[in-house]
C-alpha cells in the first residue's frame, strides 16, 4: 500500500477546525455559566424571640455588614397579642459610609389583637446597616417569635 502524505484533506482540516473553534466557545461559555454560579447569593436566615418590655427592643439588627447585602423579610409572629395590646415597629436604615447611623425610616403602630396575625416587614438592599424594631406601649408583656431572610 502506498501512503501519500501530501493527500488532499482540505475538507477534513475544515472540520477540525470548526471543531476546534466549536469546543473553544462552549468552554469559554462553561467557565462564564461557572463564574456566575458561584458569584450567585446565597439564602440565609436567623430568627428567634424578643420579649417586649416597655422600651424599644432589636428585633433584626445589621448595623455594620461586611459589604451591599440583600436583606429581604423580617417575620413577627403576633398571634399572641390581644385586645389590651400596643405595639410600635421601627425600621431603621443607614444609608452613609463611616456610621451616620441608623435613621427611623418607617413606624407603624398596632393596637389590639392582629389579623392576620403574621407580621411581615420588607427589606430593602442595603450596604450601612438596617434595623427593625419593637416597642411596647400598652398591656402585657409578650414574647414575640421573629425570622429573618437575607442573601449574602
Known sequence: MDI?????????????????????????????????????????????????DGTEQNVYINANPLGEFNPIAVMINCTAQTAGETIVLRLYYDNAPGGAGLILADEVTYVGAINPPMLIVELEPNRYG????????????RAYPWDVHYEI
Open 4 to 52: 501519500n502524505n501530501n493527500a488532499d484533506l482540505g475538507p477534513l482540516t475544515v472540520i477540525v477546525t470548526a471543531i476546534q473553534a466549536l469546543l473553544t466557545t462552549v468552554a469559554a461559555n462553561i467557565v462564564t455559566i461557572l463564574a456566575v454560579v458561584l458569584g450567585l447569593p446565597t439564602l440565609s436566615e436567623t430568627g428567634g424571640t424578643v420579649t417586649t
Open 130 to 141: 438596617v434595623a427593625v424594631t419593637i416597642e411596647k406601649t400598652a398591656g402585657a408583656n
